[in-house]
């Protein structure tokens, strides 16, 4: 499956922006989907993810501010993120998991100031 992710900007802090995924066929029977992102100079970390069955995993700091959401009919994921801070800056990547193999978007950078 190809990702494609969008939404990313430079927002102030405080501010919200909505990053979408669009997967080149059905996610339906795909067993996790979710968003990573990279600061610079930090490693690739986990932001949120969704089962096949709904159950939905936060990292602490997303916990009460992102939002992970999908449209199965429309082969969609998005994450919601409000309340940003500069420390969310980086590139936030879309992923799916299915029987053992990972398909990773693009990235959309996502800049916030302070």
């Known amino acids: 499956v190809q990702l494609q992710a969008s939404g990313g900007g430079l927002v102030q802090a405080g501010g919200s922006l909505r990053l979408s995924c669009v997967a080149s066929?059905?996610?339906?029977?795909?067993?996790?989907m979710g968003w990573y992102r990279q600061a610079p100079g930090k490693q690739r970390e986990l932001v949120a993810r969704?089962?096949?069955?709904?159950?939905?995993e936060y990292a602490d700091f997303a916990k009460g501010r992102f939002t992970i959401s999908r449209d199965i009919a429309k082969n969609i994921l998005a994450l919601q993120m409000n309340s940003v801070e500069p420390e969310d800056t980086g590139v936030y990547y879309c992923y799916s998991y299915k029987r053992g193999t990972s398909h990773w978007g693009q990235g959309t950078q996502v800049t916030v100031s302070s």
């Open positions: 066929r059905s996610i339906f029977s795909i067993s996790y």
């Open positions: 969704i089962s096949g069955g709904g159950t939905i």
